[in-house]
């Protein structure tokens, strides 16, 4: 008698991740003033309009706004379970990032996901790059974050792991090979 069947929790290969969808990530994230201290305590950020309450209220804002370093990590971090929990290679890069309404503490970020563009990787096999289109909102709609977001992910074929489906996928032109990395031409590089 064998087990029950497992049903791992993980993000979306390359090849389920559709263009012009708009993935909903749920739930959202309460945020605290004990986030906001603890966040830029942590990384250093001795930015007042973070930590002093007093010196913060006569600023424009009238208010300590949460760290928008905390914000953008919060909204990439909403994204990792329903995309790419499992199935990302890397993060390339981050661009496009702009903050155009303050988040403060006890409002609710919520973010919505993207996806751009996507396309095979020439030069490393079973893998693809994805940009995603990453949007924050408070509990009111008001847009607080914006984040283009490059990733190197995995096609389904090659990170299964089995001989044959990663042949497969390569005569599909999936490109499947398996787990690993491919150096660039230049040394410490990567070539995509």
Known sequence: MTGPRV?????????ELEQDVVYAHRP???VTEADNVLFTTLTMNTQALHLDAAWSAGQPFGQRLVNSMFTLSTVVGQSVSQLTQGTII???GLTDVSFPHPLYHGDTLYTETVITQKRLSASRPGQGIVTMQHTGRNQDGTVVAL???SCLMWTRAAHSGTPAEAKQGN??????????SVAGAEKGTISL
């Open 28 to 30: 959202g994230r309460t």
């Open 90 to 92: 890397a993060q390339l």
């Open 7 to 15: 049903i791992e929790q993980r993000g979306l290969y390359f090849d």
């Open 171 to 180: 005569a599909e032109g999936q490109q499947g090979s398996g787990k690993g």
């Open 147 to 149: 984040a283009t977001r």
